[in-house]
């Protein structure tokens, strides 16, 4: 019963970081609740028993997050000009 709760727990998280992800107007932060949610998908991953799409997840997110930040580094200094 505590695991299907803390499941519950982790969906309402990914709920609530995906609203405040389409809210939110500055791009950083919305990067850095875009890390949080592939943070909250690998839990959510692991307590369904599936490590391997956890880790794939994880790896994913990681990069892509990498990713999005050199672009916004990339977006800001083209503005700035």
């Given at each position: ?17 995906t609203i405040a ?61």
């Amino acid at each position: 019963m505590q695991i299907l709760a803390l499941e519950a727990v982790i969906l309402l998280m990914l709920i609530f970081v995906t609203i405040a992800i389409i809210m939110t107007r500055d791009l950083l932060a919305a990067i850095v609740m875009f890390s949080a949610f592939s943070f909250l998908a690998v839990l959510g991953y692991f307590m369904m028993g599936a490590p391997d799409v956890a880790f794939t997840e994880a790896v994913i997110g990681t990069v892509s997050t990498i990713f999005l930040v050199a672009a916004l580094r990339k977006i800001d200094r083209w503005c700035k000009k």
